[in-house]
């Protein structure tokens, strides 16, 4: 890794470095850096950080075994087994380094930054898959979007990427500001500003000047993609005194937008992308119109580091949901979308809407929205309603926060259950859910909505 020395490390991170008797440091960059010890190997320096559950700290032994370059650490071992460097802070010592190491990086590597309340995952996606048409792409692993996430996926930057597509996700003001001086972003995607995490951000207005925390840190030179779509980021039409670029699907006036769209609301769909006065045909795999919104975006960026129409086409054409997130599975006579990896009323109405295209008998299974603030039961009322204008056929409701989704969608019909496992119960010595319905399954991440999904896929 490019300078990440045990010497410029300890420089880094304003940590001490110790070095064991008769050990001499001869100036070896870094294989890696891991907070995880099990993915720790030769050559790679390890951060012993203290969780809830597991100290770190006890894995020091073990990482040197394996041959570690160094370990990283708040307490020092009594005789330890190799270079150790003191930090005050673990995690805060991580984010030095990954801040460092970005601007060792330099103009080696192009980082597109994505943030928004709805869809960063799927439009990371989309954009990662495009580009690596014709680059050397790194993307996020999973949902590492946070202030320990990102750190590590800039970590994972090596030589041979050209373009590194980021996901950013905060809940508080402040976050991305942190993270965006660890990124500087030359490129920012901005997706939405939704009803999410408003305990902490107020309104919707505060969701947008948190997101937009992220410009402070963006390239002199650096682009802005936005979704004309968004009511509060239309207007967004300037950033650091430059032009924006926009995307979107209904709103003409979006400098990249989907025409002659034909949705199947659980296959996918395929549609033109206007731009230039040019249009390229695609084929979108991942059901829910809104997914064309990514494909959309992604073209705009595949025409920003000048992708072929026949490259960006075939990104589009080859990327595929992951499991929780409009994810389709058919089996055991149900046709289930798993997208229970989180959820917020946007997201959930996106949902909603997708599953109003099936052709069977149509069940949303809805748990609670966590983050929502003062505002959480009228949005989560306001969610039940939205079932039901959707002509949803059957709405199961788990969790405290949805007994107001359950007074929502009154008119129609409905359960309530109090955990995933009443549900589950019941649903086994019941006929609840049918042979050939079509299911939705969506909460937020820690109401573990992945046990239902599971347990559909088992058919018991």
């Known amino acids: 890794?490019?300078?990440?020395?045990?010497?410029?490390?300890?420089?880094?991170?304003?940590?001490?470095?110790?070095?064991?008797?008769?050990?001499?440091?001869?100036?070896?960059?870094?294989?890696?850096?891991?907070?995880?010890?099990?993915?720790?190997?030769?050559?790679?320096?390890?951060?012993?950080?203290?969780?809830?559950?597991?100290?770190?700290?006890?894995?020091?032994?073990?990482?040197?075994?394996?041959?570690?370059?160094?370990?990283?650490?708040?307490?020092?071992?009594?005789?330890?087994?190799?270079?150790?460097?003191?930090?005050?802070?673990?995690?805060?010592?991580?984010?030095?380094?990954?801040?460092?190491?970005?601007?060792?990086?330099?103009d080696k590597i192009k980082i597109i930054g994505i943030t928004g309340s709805v869809g960063k995952t799927s439009t990371k996606e989309?954009?990662?898959?495009?580009?690596?048409?014709?680059?050397?792409?790194?993307?996020?692993?999973?949902?590492?979007?946070?202030?320990i996430g990102v750190p590590l996926?800039?970590?994972?930057?090596?030589?041979?990427?050209?373009?590194?597509?980021?996901e950013m996700g905060i809940n508080h003001f402040g976050e991305m500001s942190r993270l965006t001086h660890v990124v500087k972003p030359n490129l920012v995607v901005m997706t939405n500003i939704g009803d999410c995490h408003l305990e902490n951000l107020g309104d919707r207005d505060g969701v947008?000047?948190?997101?937009?925390?992220?410009?402070?840190?963006?390239?002199?030179d650096g682009q802005v993609f936005i979704n004309k779509d968004?009511?509060?980021?239309?207007?967004?039409?300037?950033?650091?005194?430059?032009?924006?670029?926009?995307?979107g699907i209904w709103n003409k006036e979006a400098d990249y937008r989907a025409d002659e769209i034909e949705a199947d609301s659980l296959e996918g769909s395929k549609a033109k992308i206007l731009y230039d006065n040019k249009a390229i045909p695609v084929c979108v795999h991942i059901p829910g119109e809104h997914m064309l919104l990514k494909a959309v975006v992604a073209t705009a960026i595949g025409k920003y580091f000048n992708l072929s129409d026949e490259e960006i086409a075939a990104g589009i054409d080859r990327c595929r949901p992951t499991a929780g997130r409009n994810n389709i599975i058919k089996e055991n006579g149900y046709t289930i979308i798993d997208d229970c990896y989180n959820a917020n009323p946007t997201s959930v109405g996106a949902a909603v809407k997708m599953l109003s295209g099936a052709s069977t008998r149509k069940v949303a299974i809805l748990g609670d929205m966590y983050e929502l603030g003062d505002d959480n039961d009228k949005l989560h009322f306001d969610t039940g309603k939205n079932v039901k204008d959707n002509g949803i056929d059957l709405i199961i409701c788990i969790g405290e926060y949805s007994k107001n989704t359950y007074e929502g969608a009154e008119g129609m019909e409905r359960l309530h259950f109090d955990t995933v496992d009443e549900f589950i119960e019941k649903a086994k010595s019941d006929s609840i859910i049918r042979t050939g319905d079509a299911i939705l399954v969506k909460a937020s991440h820690a109401m573990h909505f992945d046990k239902i999904v599971e347990w559909l896929k088992e058919g018991k």
């Not at 050559?43 to 073990?62: L, M, N, P, W, Y």
């Not at 968004?230 to 995307?247: E, F, M, P, Q």
């Open 1 to 106: 890794m490019r300078q990440l020395t045990l010497e410029n490390i300890a420089l880094a991170c304003g940590g001490k470095l110790y070095l064991p008797k008769d050990y001499k440091e001869d100036g070896k960059e870094a294989e890696g850096i891991y907070i995880d010890s099990r993915l720790v190997g030769k050559g790679d320096i390890f951060i012993a950080t203290k969780g809830e559950r597991v100290d770190g700290h006890s894995f020091i032994d073990a990482v040197f075994e394996k041959g570690a370059l160094g370990v990283i650490c708040q307490d020092m071992p009594e005789n330890p087994k190799g270079p150790c460097i003191q930090v005050e802070d673990s995690f805060k010592a991580l984010t030095a380094i990954a801040t460092y190491y970005r601007e060792c990086l330099g």
């Open 126 to 147: 989309f954009i990662a898959t495009v580009l690596e048409e014709k680059y050397s792409v790194l993307k996020t692993q999973g949902n590492y979007n946070n202030e």
């Open 153 to 166: 996926t800039i970590l994972r930057i090596r030589d041979e990427h050209q373009i590194a597509v980021v």
């Open 208 to 220: 947008l000047k948190a997101k937009s925390e992220i410009f402070e840190c963006l390239d002199k």
């Open 230 to 247: 968004d009511d509060k980021l239309k207007a967004l039409d300037t950033v650091n005194g430059k032009k924006t670029i926009s995307y």
